[in-house]
């Protein structure tokens, strides 16, 4: 289990026994990037290789290459290197997974909303979901691309898994499994 806690500005992660992993922040504009990359990969619209990249950057920075960001060098991406050598890689999940929540609007909430949801798949569905309603809140302010769009239209045609009005009516049980009565 990772435990994580800002320390002024940057955002340290700790997997027991290891050194934390210190994640400093990224400029707004490389957080939209990455979160767009994020909400496009939920609907199954970016790569494996461009989600890799996000993940990077937001674990240890960007650089500007044309009109986008890109990970640093290989050389450069000190926490990237040292989960590849010291985790397993549901721990690693548990620390990219943070680091970049934090990058986006969410920011700590991103992160608690992962931990407390149990990390790995169970922790990614929660964080996604405080993701997407946050960014619903007001996405033309904090997300650039129609990734959102997208999942509100796909949620859209999902059918309903709520039950109906009023919910199931108690009946008798069984005599085989009514509760023997005693006869003292």
């Known amino acids: 289990m990772v435990t994580a806690s800002e320390v002024g500005r940057d955002l340290h992660l700790t997997v027991e026994g290891v050194a934390p992993y210190i994640v400093r922040p990224l400029p707004g504009r490389v957080g939209e990037q990455i979160t767009s990359t994020y909400l496009l990969a939920a609907v199954g619209r970016a790569t494996a290789e461009e989600m890799t990249d996000a993940f990077r950057m937001a674990l240890d920075g960007a650089v500007k290459d044309g009109d986008r960001f890109v990970p640093l060098p ?8 040292r989960l590849q ?23 700590l909430s991103g992160v ?15 964080a996604l979901w405080a993701l997407t309603a946050r960014l619903g809140a007001s996405p033309s302010r904090t997300s650039p ?21 009023g919910g199931v009516k108690p009946g008798r049980q069984p005599r085989d499994r009514q509760p023997k009565q005693s006869n003292d």
């Open 112 to 126: 608690t909303a992962f931990i407390e949801g149990g990390e790995g798949v169970a922790g990614g569905v929660k």
């Open 145 to 165: 691309s129609s990734a959102l769009d997208e999942l509100t239209r796909l949620q859209a045609v999902s059918p309903s898994t709520s039950s109906p009005q």
């Open 74 to 81: 290989d050389g450069e991406q000190h926490n990237y290197n």
């Open 85 to 107: 050598d010291e985790l397993r890689t549901a721990e690693a999940e548990s620390i990219l997974m943070p680091a970049f929540l934090w990058q986006t609007v969410l920011g």
